[in-house]
């Protein structure tokens, strides 16, 4: 068994560092048919990454599990098995092509609520700086004008 630790340094180098590597190289040579691949196994990778977190709470138990995902990380990305490309084909495209107007609409919402709630915490955060820094000196010249300071 890998275990953990070994796992991980295995999946950042399989499945992180050399994708990026290889997607650094097509797109320094400008090829578009050699980036749509690339492209495919992030996106396939960000659900991989997603799901994993989930899994690893629920089934971290099975015997060789860690192994397993070694296994299947090498399934997304060798060009023999082009996992990726299958998985977004039969899954991820359709699933999302059916979802995109729900997932923009709500990313449009999330996004506007999150530049509201940004602006509002600035307001506040300029108001506590600025009472913060006008109060103190009002007390200051109180303190003077009654001859304590």
Not at 22 to 44: E, G, Q, R
Not at 82 to 87: E, I, K, M, R
Request: hydrophobic residues 45%; contains cysteine.
């Amino acid at each position: 068994m890998f275990g953990y630790l070994l796992y991980k340094i295995v999946c950042n180098i399989v499945g992180f560092l050399y994708p990026a590597y290889a997607s650094f190289k097509v797109i320094k040579v400008n090829d578009t048919k050699s980036t749509l691949p690339w492209l495919i196994y992030w996106i396939v990778m960000a659900f991989f990454t997603l799901g994993e977190g989930i899994a690893d709470s629920l089934i971290f138990w099975f015997p060789f599990y860690y192994e397993i995902k070694i296994l299947f990380i090498l399934w997304l990305i060798l060009p023999q098995t082009q996992g990726a490309a299958y998985l977004y084909y039969n899954y991820i495209d359709p699933t999302l092509t059916y979802h995109e107007k729900e997932i923009d609409s709500t990313l449009g919402t999330a996004q506007e609520k999150a530049k509201n709630t940004g602006r509002y915490g600035l307001a506040t955060l300029q108001e506590l700086v600025t009472n913060g820094l006008i109060k103190p000196n009002e007390q200051i010249n109180t303190l003077t004008v009654h001859g304590l300071i």
